[in-house]
T-cell receptor, first 116, second 114 residues
Framework: AQKVTQAQTEISVVEKEDVTLDCVYETRDTTYYLFWYKQPPSGELVFLIRRNSFDEQNEISGRYSWNFQKSTSSFNFTITASQVVDSAVYFC?????????????FGAGTRLTVKP | NAGVTQTPKFQVLKTGQSMTLQCAQD?????MSWYRQDPGMGLRLIHYSVGAGITDQGEVPNGYNVSRSTTEDFPLRLLSAAPSQTSVYFC?????????????FGPGTRLTVL
């Protein structure tokens, strides 16, 4: 069955530091999608990015970047020059296309605190 | 465009009471789902639906019922609430019926069972 591991339970940084959130996944499917969601203190889940298993190009969006490496089954998320507004819980998720395409599996989440 | 809406936002129940969490989406998505979020466990799938009249169980279905009479609505029923069902509940929908689509989540319902 598919599995997502976010080994970092909590991370605390000072504003303007760079921070990387790790995500490791397991799947038997050859076609799958990886996602990152942000959950700010207000509680809603905000979609950040979706990546398919055939596209290993790194993606950058402003201060956010994502590094997808199939060889290590990882999909890590880096925030450059962190800001207090980045404080949130971040979830990595995996969705299979063939084997179990109706159950998106989430990691346990990483709580990021950015201190001023 | 409201996206995915959920009501209520907060609810307190006593053990044994029943209630229905409402969920609606206006994006004409075939797929809808219910997740629960517990500390340290991420989100876990309770039930899902791939269209009106079609529902199935997810990872943690016990104690919950669902139905899907329209594309827009997907209510979650707790028949006899238990303290173990204290959690935050999220409804979601996505386009398409395979794992490609992005799921969009409602604002959540925080449920406490005493």
């Amino acid at each position: 069955a598919q599995k997502v591991t976010q080994a970092q339970t909590e991370i605390s940084v000072v504003e303007k530091e760079d921070v990387t959130l790790d995500c490791v996944y397991e799947t038997r499917d050859t076609t799958y999608y990886l996602f990152w969601y942000k959950q700010p203190p207000s509680g809603e889940l905000v979609f950040l990015i979706r990546r398919n298993s055939f596209d290993e190009q790194n993606e950058i969006s402003g201060r956010y970047s994502w590094n997808f490496q199939k060889s290590t089954s990882s999909f890590n998320f880096t925030i450059t020059a962190s800001q207090v507004v980045d404080s949130a819980v971040y979830f990595c998720a995996l969705s299979e296309v063939l084997y179990n395409n109706n159950d998106m599996r989430f990691g346990a989440g990483t709580r990021l605190t950015v201190k001023p | 465009n409201a996206g995915v809406t959920q009501t209520p936002k907060f609810q307190v129940l006593k053990t044994g009471q029943s209630m229905t969490l409402q969920c609606a989406q206006d994006m004409n998505h075939e797929y809808m789902s219910w997740y629960r979020q517990d500390p340290g466990m991420g989100l876990r799938l309770i039930h899902y639906s791939v269209g009106a009249g079609i529902t199935d169980q997810g990872e943690v279905p016990n104690g919950y019922n669902v139905s899907r009479s329209t594309t827009e609505d997907f209510p979650l029923r707790l028949l006899s609430a238990a303290p173990s069902q204290t959690s935050v509940y999220f409804c979601a929908s996505r386009p398409g019926l395979d794992g490609r689509g992005t799921q969009y989540f409602g604002p959540g319902t925080r449920l406490t069972v005493l």
